[in-house]
């Protein structure tokens, strides 16, 4: 600096001197704890879930702590449902399905009566969930800690990291629980050598650690001696029907319209496994009815068949969303389902619910759900029929596909009907490359080993009319009597990957695409590829001995003496 700089007056400098020692100040009372306290060292209520203080209110009333239905949700069960018409809390477990009113003791576990130590309530139109009455179920530890009213939760599950704090050396004073993972954060309380502390993590050199009152912090990690890591319980896997059947299986639906059918004068049905007569039927308000036939089961039986009924909803829209609507037809259905199937002695229960209301797509998981423990309780196999991702909101995309490959045993994937038979222009039944895509996008939701890939044992003959074209379906032996009388020879076709047949009759044309035993086979070694449980198909009495042979030869091939892929 030349001798003609600026000089600054002495009382500027002093300013800046006094700011920066006040500043220091300042943050040397910000590492001690001096500023602005903690909710952690007020006393306020807080609820950490596993290490982690989550934003949310907690009430505490006695021994119990309350926390808000959405935040329960959030955080520790995503599958709690409300039922605000009927006042009903609904939670589901693999092996458990509750029913809780509002304020009461008294609820329901599968059914049967029992006593819960605090009832959920309803607070200014909030419902308020009660963490440590519930924990059994999931199962969670819940403590309430009054010194400083916490309330911790963990899963029990979850291994348990414990450690123990070591005296600090002169050099660095004493022992402070600091809030975050910095020598300067602010400090939460003095901690003492041989603290027993549980560690949630390692961050930057620091342990974030939970004090036995609850109180969570970061502690340096030199300063923290691990003890040991003590195993979680392991999860109790859901209960799986003993009579499931070895994989890969065959199923085949039995389209059925009366009683009186006696499957002991059936045709032979090579390979199957398990037959579905389409015998229940959702009625108003939950009733279901049937026409299931005890001599039918016992025919089954003896010819080496299981029997999964099939339960339908008619594909009528208002009647289903009324009925998934309503907790208690909800609770109806089940009974009934499971009477049912104890008077009838069935194995198991096939749902097909189609054309469903989109905005209905929550509660017929949750029917799924509520179904899934009765079941597994009473030893029946559960299975949902879906199509393929994509396509309308009625017939597709209402089906939660993950969500229904977890409650239930297997999913059918109904892979037929590419081109319906009020399609504008006609088309295959069922495509192998359209077949392969939607299996491929059905796999992103659904474990291959929960899954069957539908078989489609009938197809369509397309006639030319004026202004469109009109259909009309044809199982396989019409289908094979209809090319002999027509004198026509199949052709590849190689767009759909299926055979095709054409010919012209007054002035029209006509056109089918064909299922045949090579389509079949090449169907059953895609599932084989992809790892699936089996093959479902649709229907039986469309079929014939040639078709069930096909499949149960190539079923051979995969699992040699049925023993699984």
Same mark, same amino acid.
């Given at each position: 600096?030349?001798?003609?700089?600026?000089?600054?007056?002495?009382?500027?400098?002093?300013?800046?001197?006094?700011?920066?020692?006040?500043?220091?100040?300042?943050?040397?009372?910000?590492?001690?704890?001096?500023?602005?306290?903690?909710?952690?060292?007020?006393?306020?209520?807080?609820?950490?879930?596993?290490?982690?203080?989550?934003?949310?209110?907690?009430?505490?009333?006695?021994?119990?702590?309350?926390?808000?239905?959405?935040?329960?949700?959030?955080?520790?069960?995503?599958?709690?449902?409300?039922?605000?018409?009927?006042?009903?809390?609904?939670?589901?477990?693999?092996?458990?399905?509750?029913?809780?009113?509002?304020?009461?003791?008294?609820?329901?576990?599968?059914?049967?009566?029992?006593?819960?130590?605090?009832?959920?309530?309803?607070?200014?139109?909030?419902?308020?969930?009660?963490?440590?009455?519930?924990?059994?179920?999931?199962?969670?530890?819940?403590?309430?800690?009054?010194?400083?009213?916490?309330?911790?939760?963990?899963?029990?599950?979850?291994?348990?990291?414990?450690?123990?704090?070591?005296?600090?050396?002169?050099?660095?004073?004493?022992?402070?629980?600091?809030?975050?993972?910095?020598?300067?954060?602010?400090?939460?309380?003095?901690?003492?050598?041989?603290?027993?502390?549980?560690?949630?993590?390692?961050?930057?050199?620091?342990?974030?650690?939970?004090?036995?009152?609850?109180?969570?912090?970061?502690?340096?990690?030199?300063?923290?001696?691990?003890?040991?890591?003590?195993?979680? =319980?392991?999860?109790? *896997?859901?209960?799986?029907? +003993?009579?499931?059947? !070895?994989?890969?299986? &065959? $199923?085949?639906? %039995?389209? #059925?319209?009366?009683?009186?059918?006696?499957? =002991?004068?059936?045709? *032979?049905?090579?390979?199957? +496994?398990?037959?579905? !007569?389409?015998?229940? &039927? $959702?009625?108003? %308000?939950? #009733?279901?009815?049937?026409?299931?036939?005890?001599?039918?089961?016992?025919?089954?039986?003896?010819?080496?068949?299981?029997?999964?009924?099939?339960?339908?909803?008619?594909? %009528?829209?208002?009647?289903?969303?009324?009925?998934?609507?309503?907790?208690?037809?909800?609770?109806?259905?089940?009974?009934?389902?499971?009477?049912?199937?104890?008077?009838?002695?069935? %194995?198991?229960?096939?749902?097909?619910?189609?054309?469903?209301?989109?905005?209905?797509?929550?509660?017929?998981?949750?029917?799924?759900?509520?179904?899934?423990?009765?079941?597994?309780?009473?030893?029946?196999?559960?299975?949902?029929?879906?199509?393929?991702?994509?396509?309308?909101?009625?017939?597709?995309?209402?089906?939660?596909?993950?969500?229904?490959?977890?409650?239930?045993?297997?999913?059918?994937?109904?892979?037929?009907?590419?081109?319906?038979?009020?399609?504008?222009?006609?088309?295959?039944?069922?495509?192998?490359?359209?077949?392969?895509?939607?299996?491929?996008?059905?796999?992103?939701?659904?474990?291959?080993?929960?899954?069957?890939?539908?078989?489609?044992?009938?197809?369509?003959?397309?006639?030319?009319?004026?202004?469109?074209?009109?259909?009309?379906?044809?199982?396989?032996?019409?289908?094979?009597?209809?090319?002999?009388?027509?004198?026509?020879?199949?052709?590849?076709?190689?767009?759909?990957?299926?055979?095709?047949?054409?010919?012209?009759?007054?002035?029209?044309?006509?056109?089918?695409?064909?299922?045949?035993?090579?389509?079949?086979?090449?169907?059953?070694?895609?599932?084989?590829?992809?790892?699936?449980?089996?093959?479902?198909?649709?229907?039986?009495?469309?079929?014939?001995?040639?078709?069930?042979?096909?499949?149960?030869?190539?079923?051979?091939?995969?699992?040699?003496?049925?023993?699984?892929?």
């Amino acid at each position: 600096m030349g001798r003609h700089a600026r000089r600054e007056p002495p009382s500027l400098v002093w300013a800046v001197l006094l700011a920066v020692m006040i500043g220091g100040a300042f943050a040397l009372a910000y590492e001690r704890g001096w500023g602005a306290a903690q909710a952690l060292a007020q006393g306020q209520p807080q609820l950490i879930l596993e290490g982690e203080i989550l934003p949310v209110p907690v009430r505490l009333e006695g021994d119990e702590a309350y926390i808000p239905l959405e935040d329960f949700q959030a955080y520790l069960d995503p599958k709690a449902y409300y039922d605000p018409v009927e006042k009903l809390l609904v939670l589901t477990t693999a092996d458990r399905w509750v029913v809780l009113p509002q304020g009461d003791l008294e609820g329901w576990i599968n059914e049967e009566p029992f006593r819960l130590a605090a009832p959920w309530q309803d607070i200014g139109g909030e419902v308020s969930v009660p963490l440590k009455a519930l924990a059994f179920l999931y199962p969670l530890r819940v403590e309430i800690h009054p010194e400083t009213a916490l309330v911790t939760v963990e899963k029990v599950i979850t291994p348990r990291l414990m450690g123990v704090t070591l005296p600090p050396a002169a050099w660095e004073g004493g022992l402070w629980l600091k809030e975050k993972a910095h020598p300067r954060s602010r400090r939460l309380l003095e901690v003492a050598p041989g603290t027993e502390v549980r560690v949630w993590g390692e961050e930057k050199g620091w342990y974030r650690v939970q004090l036995a009152d609850g109180r969570v912090g970061y502690l340096p990690k030199h300063l923290v001696s691990l003890t040991g890591l003590y195993a979680g =319980s392991a999860p109790r *896997p859901p209960a799986r029907p +003993a009579s499931l059947p !070895p994989v890969p299986f &065959h $199923l085949t639906w %039995d389209l #059925l319209t009366v009683r009186g059918a006696d499957p =002991s004068r059936y045709p *032979p049905l090579p390979g199957v +496994a398990v037959i579905s !007569p389409t015998w229940l &039927h $959702l009625e108003k %308000d939950g #009733l279901i009815s049937s026409l299931g036939d005890p001599a039918y089961v016992t025919a089954a039986h003896e010819r080496g068949l299981q029997v999964w009924a099939l339960f339908s909803n008619g594909f %009528d829209p208002e009647r289903t969303h009324s009925f998934l609507s309503s907790t208690t037809a909800r609770r109806e259905a089940a009974r009934q389902l499971l009477a049912q199937a104890q008077a009838l002695q069935l %194995d198991g229960i096939n749902v097909d619910f189609e054309n469903v209301y989109m905005t209905d797509k929550d509660l017929f998981t949750q029917f799924i759900r509520e179904l899934a423990p009765l079941f597994r309780r009473a030893g029946l196999v559960l299975s949902v029929d879906v199509t393929f991702p994509g396509g309308s909101p009625n017939w597709s995309l209402f089906y939660d596909r993950q969500a229904l490959g977890e409650a239930a045993d297997f999913i059918m994937v109904m892979a037929y009907d590419q081109t319906p038979g009020n399609a504008s222009l006609p088309g295959p039944t069922a495509g192998l490359p359209w077949v392969e895509r939607g299996l491929e996008a059905t796999l992103q939701e659904v474990p291959a080993e929960k899954l069957l890939l539908g078989l489609p044992f009938y197809t369509r003959l397309w006639r030319e009319e004026e202004g469109g074209w009109k259909s009309s379906a044809l199982g396989l032996p019409q289908q094979e009597e209809k090319i002999r009388e027509k004198k026509v020879s199949p052709v590849w076709d190689e767009t759909y990957g299926v055979p095709r047949v054409e010919w012209q009759e007054k002035g029209r044309t006509y056109r089918m695409w064909l299922e045949t035993q090579e389509t079949l086979r090449q169907r059953v070694e895609l599932a084989r590829r992809m790892g699936l449980a089996g093959v479902a198909s649709w229907q039986m009495r469309l079929g014939h001995e040639e078709a069930f042979g096909q499949v149960k030869k190539t079923l051979e091939e995969w699992s040699p003496g049925g023993n699984g892929p």
